[in-house]
């Protein structure tokens, strides 16, 4: 297997370069969003599982609506991740992961998404949830990754644990709770870029988008794989994701 093979990119949410179905190409004038979106990138990180857990069936058919090689991420409903104090049902965690689980080979990571309001004080309870999750996924089928969004949660005991799971953090540019550049000896990476500013607008010059090119590289000539996402779906995340495509695949940016 080529190592570029081990790079996934997308979009958070499904997002199109054409502005209705009337624009797509003609051979995929009767096929889904997600086939036309799944022929131009290789993985998604699906958004809409954050509001809503899918129905099974759903995300059965999704599997089938793409090729050989796509990786579908999908973001914990926030009815477990967004409680007070970290509060959930493991019921709920259950629940979401059988569903998910329907994908089949086409798995690849489960983004644990934290708001500001979940600190380290919740340390106890993300360790549960952990443990949760990997009854339910004991041969660690998907990669799992948390986003932090209160610096509090930058801590040796956060780092042991994300360690203690084979969990990677998430690396992302929210102005107040970018995460510190560590070393992880986790199997895989993940990039998250919300925009410049943390609104989910703008977009990255191209010799910013080089910056993260050179660690991406270093990261798959150690092995790993490499989840990028873009969610400054309001601003230039379909150019910017073209652009680090590549430049990670090296070909020459204009």
């Known amino acids: 297997m080529d190592v570029i093979d081990q790079f996934y990119a997308g979009t958070s949410g499904l997002v199109l370069p054409v502005p209705n179905k009337q624009a797509y190409p003609p051979a995929y004038k009767d096929k889904s969003r997600l086939t036309f979106y ?13 509001y809503k857990i899918p129905m099974a069936g759903t995300t059965r058919r999704w599997a089938t609506e793409v090729p050989e090689g796509f990786a579908f991420t999908f973001k914990l409903f926030r009815g477990i991740t967004h409680n007070k104090g970290l509060d959930f049902d493991p019921a709920v965690v259950t629940q979401f992961m059988q569903v998910i689980d329907q994908v089949g080979d086409r798995k690849g990571a489960l983004l644990i998404q934290f708001p500001a309001s979940i600190v380290f004080d919740s340390f106890g309870q993300l360790e549960r949830l952990l443990d949760v999750i990997r009854q339910c996924d004991p041969d660690a089928s998907w990669d799992i990754c948390i986003e932090y969004r209160h610096p509090s949660w930058y801590e040796s005991e956060t780092f042991e644990l994300l360690a203690d799971y084979n969990a990677a953090m998430v690396l992302h540019d929210m102005p107040k709770s970018t995460p510190p550049d560590i070393r992880s000896s986790v199997r895989f990476a993940y990039l998250r870029f919300h925009g410049p500013a943390g609104d989910y607008k703008g977009g990255y010059p191209d010799k910013v988008l080089q910056q993260y090119t050179n660690r991406i590289h270093g990261w798959l000539d150690e092995g790993k794989r490499v989840y990028t996402y873009f969610n400054n779906t309001a601003g230039d995340a ?17």
């Open 38 to 50: 799944a022929s131009l990138f290789n993985s998604l990180e699906v958004n809409s599982s954050f």
């Open 238 to 254: 379909l150019p910017n994701l073209e652009t680090l495509r590549r430049q990670v695949n090296g070909i020459a940016t204009k």
